[in-house]
């Protein structure tokens, strides 16, 4: 490999199973990046030694003075001013657990910390999709939906770092029970397992119709999932249109929501499920007027993240940038 350049900064981003970890330059490129197991079900410490054999591998041929800070971007719920990792789900080994402290003082860089949505939202305006935009909406939409507002260039985290959980506005008060104990969340009605769910239905009602689908599931309803609808989307299938269809029937008026809340100047769309999204965009601003009172709705620009599956890194390194 060869050695790392100066003025770079290091972005890490921890999830659930894995930890991503790079080296991001000042134009917002990823110049060099690993992949490494985290271990979210042992000790804390356990989980603190996954993260810097993470950095280690990474800086392994690079000098030790090669970058100057760490972005770290993390799952929820985590206090960004302190540093605090609270009680995120899906990393159950970090209770108000230091992180930033403790890799501050491991390295003896300045570390920031913040969470995926936030990190991502901030790489965007930075290096992304929404370079030159002053009043960023970002969401990624993939297992979960996380969300990131960009004010004026900077984060905004409100008054105890807890702002931006867009994927938990409710947009049915009836509607089913999502994980964080609302009811009828975004999350639980448009993230990929709700794509998945209603596919599994619609194959059961209309089993002439659920052949393609069936086909990527290899025969098996049970294992019908958002990807399988992709898939059978692109190969031209009705059914996962409409399953598709009715997914951005649930997102409009929810991001109609979120411009009369923020007026933002950009809606920039990331994760999986955006991408196979991607070419009802086009439909989405056209219904979006019909489901704000913003007069100029229809002029904002909603577009696909540019950072695919390496915005926590660029999100991490915008942090520290
Ligand atoms: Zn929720």
Same mark, same amino acid.
């Given at each position: ?244 269809? %009715?997914?951005? +029937?649930? @997102?409009?008026? !929810?991001?109609? /929501? ?5 007026? &933002?100047?950009? =809606? ?14 086009? %439909?989405?601003? +056209?219904? @979006?007027?019909? !489901?704000?009172? /913003? ?5 904002? &620009?909603?577009? =696909? ?17």
């Amino acid at each position: 490999m060869t050695p790392v350049a100066q003025g770079l900064v290091m972005g890490v981003d921890i999830g659930g199973t894995k930890i991503a970890a790079g080296f991001v330059d000042g134009d917002g490129k990823i110049v060099r990046q690993i992949r490494h197991p985290m271990v979210a079900n042992g000790t804390a410490e356990a989980g603190l030694q996954a993260v810097f054999d993470a950095i280690n591998a990474l800086t392994s041929s690079a000098s030790k003075d090669a970058f100057g800070a760490i972005g770290i971007c993390a799952p929820g719920p985590l206090d960004p001013k302190t540093g605090i990792v609270l009680n995120p789900p899906n990393v159950p080994c970090w209770r108000n657990f230091p992180l930033a402290q403790k890799v501050a003082e491991k390295y003896r860089q300045p570390v920031k910390l913040d969470n995926d949505g936030n990190a991502a939202a901030l790489a965007e305006t930075r290096w992304g999709a929404a370079h030159g935009y002053h009043y960023v909406f970002y969401a990624t939409l993939g297992t979960g939906i996380g969300t990131g507002s960009v004010l004026d260039g900077r984060i905004y985290h409100g008054n105890t770092g807890a702002a931006a959980e867009g994927g938990h506005v409710t947009i049915d008060y009836r509607g089913p029970v999502c994980h964080c104990g609302k009811r009828g969340c975004i999350e639980i009605l448009a993230a990929g397992p709700a794509i998945g769910k209603r596919a599994r239905a619609k194959v059961e009602a209309e089993p002439a119709r659920a052949a393609r689908i069936l086909e990527f599931a290899k025969g098996n309803v049970a294992s019908v999932t958002s990807e399988h609808v992709a898939q059978a989307y692109v190969a031209g299938d009705l059914l996962a249109r409409e399953v598709l269809e %009715e997914t951005v +029937e649930l @997102l409009v008026p !929810w991001l109609g /929501n979120i411009v009369d809340l923020l007026d &933002p100047d950009i =809606l920039v769309m990331g994760g999986g499920v955006s991408s196979t999204l991607q070419p009802f965009f086009g %439909e989405i601003k +056209e219904r @979006l007027p019909r !489901w704000c009172v /913003n007069p100029r709705a229809s002029e904002i &620009p909603l577009v =696909l993240a540019h950072y695919g599956a390496d915005a926590g890194i660029a999100g991490g390194a915008a942090l520290c940038a």
